[in-house]
C-alpha cells in the first residue's frame, strides 16, 4: 500500500471539495465532450461524481467520501504528466492515474495567443540619401532621363529666330520663334525674350516684304515716271550739245531698251515705261532732242541747246 502524501493530511482542508486540479481536468473533459474530440475517458476524479454515477454505483460513493476525506490542499499537485491520486475504500486502497492534458487541443483554461506579426519594411524608414548623409557640394548632378529634357535644352530655338529675324529671314525667324516660345512655356528653354524678339521681328520683316512686293507689282507712280523722263532727257541732250560742239555735227541716236547710244558713249536708262527719244534740226544751234513717254502727269520732255529741259515737244 502506498503511503498518503502529507498534504493530504492537513486539517485545515474541507475534505469534501475537490482539489483545483481535478476541477480543471473535469472542466477540460466536459471542453472535450462539447467539440466532439476523440479522447480517452477520464476517470472521475474523487469528490466530482455525476448524478447518475452516484446513485448506480454506492461502493464507488464510499471510495470517493473516503478519497476526499484524504486529500491535501491544492498545492499538493504533481509537476509529472500524470498525477497519482490514492483512493480508500475499506481496507483496500487503490491509485487512479488520470491521463495528461493533451496540448494541443484548446481548453477552457487556455489562453488564445495572439498571431505573430513578422515584421516587414518600415514606410517610414530613412532613405539612403539621409543614412549617408547631405551630398558634398562639389559633387555635380548628372541629370535623370527619367527627369525628362533638360530645362535648357530648347534654348537653340529662341536664339536661331533672333539671329534669323536681323537677317531678315522673315519665314524662319516666325517659326523657330514661335516654337521657342512654347519650349520656354514647357520649362524647356530660359530664353523666351530671344524667341520673342525673333518671331516680332519675323513678322516685321514679313509685312515690309508684303508691301514692297504690293508696291513693285503697281509699278512706279506718275511722278516717278516724269522725274526718271526727265532724268534721261537731260542725260542724252547734255551728251549731244557736248559732241556738236567738239564735231559741228549731230550724232547718232540710239535706244537699245535699257539704254541709250549717242555717237559711242552709252547712256544708263531710267525710265521703264514705254517711251520714244528722238534728235531733229541742225548744227550747231538748231536741233531739239524730244521725249515722249506714257503714264506721266505730261506726255513728253524736250531738250533745246539754247534752253535746256523743257515741258512739251519740240513742235511746241
Same mark, same amino acid.
Request: proline share 9%.
Given at each position: ?6 498534504? +493530504?493530511? *492537513?486539517? #485545515?482542508? @474541507?475534505?469534501?471539495? &475537490? ?6 481536468? $473535469?472542466?477540460?473533459? !466536459? ?39 484524504? +486529500?491535501? *490542499?491544492? #498545492?499538493? @499537485?504533481?509537476?509529472? &504528466? ?6 480508500? $475504500?475499506?481496507?483496500? !486502497? ?223
Amino acid at each position: 500500500m502506498m503511503d498518503t502524501p502529507p498534504s +493530504a493530511q *492537513s486539517p #485545515d482542508r @474541507d475534505p469534501s471539495l &475537490p482539489t483545483r486540479r481535478e476541477v480543471r481536468e $473535469a472542466n477540460e473533459a !466536459a471542453v472535450r465532450d462539447d467539440l466532439g474530440l476523440d479522447a480517452a475517458p477520464t476517470p472521475v476524479a474523487p469528490g466530482m461524481l455525476t448524478p447518475g454515477t452516484a446513485e448506480s454505483d454506492p461502493e464507488l460513493l464510499e471510495a470517493n467520501a473516503a478519497a476526499n476525506a484524504a +486529500a491535501g *490542499s491544492a #498545492d499538493a @499537485d504533481a509537476a509529472s &504528466p500524470q498525477a497519482v491520486r490514492t483512493e480508500t $475504500a475499506g481496507a483496500e !486502497a487503490h491509485t487512479v492515474v488520470l491521463d495528461p492534458v493533451d496540448g494541443t487541443q484548446p481548453t477552457a483554461v487556455m489562453e488564445s495567443v495572439p498571431p505573430v506579426v513578422i515584421p516587414t519594411e518600415r514606410d517610414d524608414a530613412p532613405d539612403a540619401a539621409v543614412e549617408n548623409g547631405p551630398e558634398p557640394s562639389g559633387v555635380a548632378h548628372i541629370n535623370d532621363p527619367a527627369d525628362g529634357p533638360a530645362p535648357d535644352s530648347a534654348n537653340w530655338m529662341g536664339l536661331s529666330a533672333f539671329v534669323a529675324g536681323i537677317l531678315a529671314l522673315s519665314p524662319i525667324a516666325i517659326i523657330l520663334g514661335h516654337l521657342g516660345l512654347s519650349a520656354a512655356k514647357k520649362g524647356r528653354a530660359t530664353n523666351g525674350s530671344f524667341a520673342l524678339a525673333g518671331a516680332v521681328l519675323g513678322w516685321i520683316g514679313l509685312v515690309a516684304t508684303g508691301i514692297g512686293v504690293w508696291l513693285y507689282l503697281q509699278g512706279p507712280s506718275a511722278e516717278q515716271i516724269d522725274i526718271h523722263a526727265k532724268q534721261d532727257i537731260h542725260a542724252v541732250g547734255a551728251e549731244v550739245a557736248t559732241q556738236v560742239v567738239a564735231t559741228n555735227e549731230l550724232p547718232l541716236l540710239a535706244d537699245t531698251g535699257d539704254a541709250y547710244t549717242v555717237g559711242d558713249v552709252t547712256l544708263e536708262q531710267h525710265l521703264e515705261t514705254s517711251h520714244d527719244m528722238s534728235l531733229t534740226g541742225t548744227a550747231p544751234v538748231d536741233w531739239c532732242l524730244q521725249l515722249t513717254f506714257d503714264d506721266g502727269t505730261v506726255p513728253a520732255y524736250s531738250y533745246l541747246p539754247t534752253e535746256g529741259v523743257v515741258e512739251g515737244t519740240c513742235a511746241g
